[in-house]
């Protein structure tokens, strides 16, 4: 019986390391591709709940950067900065508890409004951030 207890606790253990190893693996795995490539994380809530966690995001003209958009919320969110033309021809929507990926090089230098796109409260207008583009 006691041979029995043992090899339960055994497999027991078996399962948690191999959870937290492939744990590990994933975060190692997208760390590495965020660092690999000039990445952004923002995270998206309605405004009275914290609004986007960037409100400014400072970027480099004809420097490639990939924004990771994570939606924190329980409702959908939009992504939009019209005067780069993100969002514009393909809607980035991003649902409750979802990643959105945006992928940008700046070809112009200035500060540019970024946006939710889709109506997510009452206070919806005021879901907005700066993206300022400097030249190297």
Same mark, same amino acid.
């Given at each position: 019986? %006691?041979?029995?207890?043992?090899? =339960? ?18 975060? /190692? /795995? ?17 405004? =009275? ?7 400014? @995001?400072?970027?480099? %003209? ?6 990771? @958009?994570?939606? &924190? ?7 939009? @900065? ?9 809607? &980035? ?11 940008? *090089?700046?070809?112009?230098?200035? *500060?540019?409004? /970024? ?10 207008? %005021?879901?907005?951030?700066? @993206? ?5």
């Amino acid at each position: 019986m %006691q041979k029995k207890h043992i090899m =339960e606790v055994v497999a027991g253990l078996l399962v948690v390391i191999a959870t937290v190893v492939a744990i590990a693996g994933v975060l /190692y /795995y997208e760390d590495k591709l965020n660092r690999e490539r000039h990445t952004v994380v923002l995270l998206a809530r309605a405004p =009275e709940l914290g609004n986007w966690d960037l409100p400014e @995001i400072d970027l480099t %003209q004809g420097e490639p950067v990939r924004l990771k @958009i994570r939606n &924190v919320d329980t409702v959908t969110h939009g992504f939009t @900065i019209p005067e780069l033309g993100v969002g514009i021809n393909n809607p &980035v929507e991003i649902k409750a508890g979802h990643v959105a990926f945006v992928e940008l *090089t700046p070809a112009k230098e200035g *500060t540019f409004l /970024y946006a939710c796109s889709v109506w997510c409260s009452k206070q919806h207008p %005021q879901m907005t951030g700066k @993206i300022i583009v400097s030249r190297r």
